[in-house]
């Protein structure tokens, strides 16, 4: 299954139970807080089943945000996607250079 296939059955999904008609940003946003804090548990416990879950979860709740961004921030002809965001991402980290600082990459500064 491509990405793109992936991405229209999420929203489809969403669609389908009222999430982009009666739902907004803010209560996205609070699931996205409950699912983050099932992927912290699940790592606390070392539990890869629910680690796999609180993932795809986390995925599902962000593709939502940016569908109900819309509502906010939508302007002709260039609305939020989930991959519109991730492309974005991609596109400012991928020459990204820095250093492995106690477990954390630390991006190095612009000094210009």
């Known amino acids: 299954m491509s990405k793109n296939t992936m991405f229209t059955l999420i929203r489809e999904w969403a669609e389908e139970r009222g999430i ?3 739902g907004d940003v ?3 946003m609070l699931k996205l807080t409950e699912e983050k804090g ?3 548990k699940a790592v606390l416990k070392n539990d890869k089943a629910e680690f796999e879950d ?3 979860d986390m995925f ?4 939502n945000v940016a569908e109900l961004g819309n509502k906010y921030f939508y302007t002709k002809g260039d609305r939020i996607t989930m ?3 991730i492309f974005g991402a991609w596109e400012e980290i991928q ?4 250093e492995m600082i106690n477990g ?3 991006k190095a500064q612009d000094n210009e």
């Open 20 to 22: 982009y008609h009666s």
């Open 26 to 28: 803010k209560t996205q």
């Open 38 to 40: 099932e992927l912290a």
């Open 54 to 56: 609180a993932i795809g």
């Open 60 to 63: 599902v709740v962000l593709v």
């Open 83 to 85: 991959e519109k965001c």
């Open 95 to 98: 020459n990204r250079k820095g």
């Open 104 to 106: 954390t990459f630390v």
